[in-house]
Nanobody, 124 residues
Framework: QLQLVESGGGLVQPGGSLRLSCAAS????????IGWFRQAPGKEREGVSA????????NIADSVKGRFTISRDNPKNTVYLQMNSLKPEDTALYYC?????????????????WGQGTQVTVSS
């Protein structure tokens, strides 16, 4: 089972950018879809973006479309989430998680291995 560690969070002003990293241990990383999720205080965890293991196809939530980009570097066992044009409503704890299957969904119930999260705060 993969172990996942997120990094790259922090405090940024509205309109700014951050790049989150999800580093995985385990030689089977390339067999897993990887998803990014976020949870704001008092809200449910929601899917942000995901990337498949097979062909690198991606899935992205409407709320971040055009601003966030997911990518993966299999030799480095790492998935990235580039976040641009950040808004205060993007403030949340961001998690990455791993799943199997033909499609990298945004349904958290499809995901088994979860990281501990990295905090993103967008504020002036």
């Amino acid at each position: 089972q993969l172990q996942l560690v997120e990094s790259g969070g922090g405090l940024v002003q509205p309109g700014g950018s951050l790049r989150l990293s999800c580093a995985a241990s385990g030689y089977t990383f390339h067999y897993y879809n990887i998803g990014w999720f976020r949870q704001a205080p008092g809200k449910e965890r929601e899917g942000v973006s995901a990337i498949s293991s097979s062909d690198g196809s991606t899935n992205i939530a409407d709320s971040v479309k055009g601003r966030f980009t997911i990518s993966r570097d299999n030799p480095k066992n790492t998935v990235y989430l580039q976040m641009n044009s950040l808004k205060p409503e993007d403030t949340a704890l961001y998690y990455c998680a791993a799943s199997h299957g033909p499609i990298a969904t945004l349904d958290l119930l499809d995901y088994g291995s979860w990281g501990q999260g990295t905090q993103v705060t967008v504020s002036s």
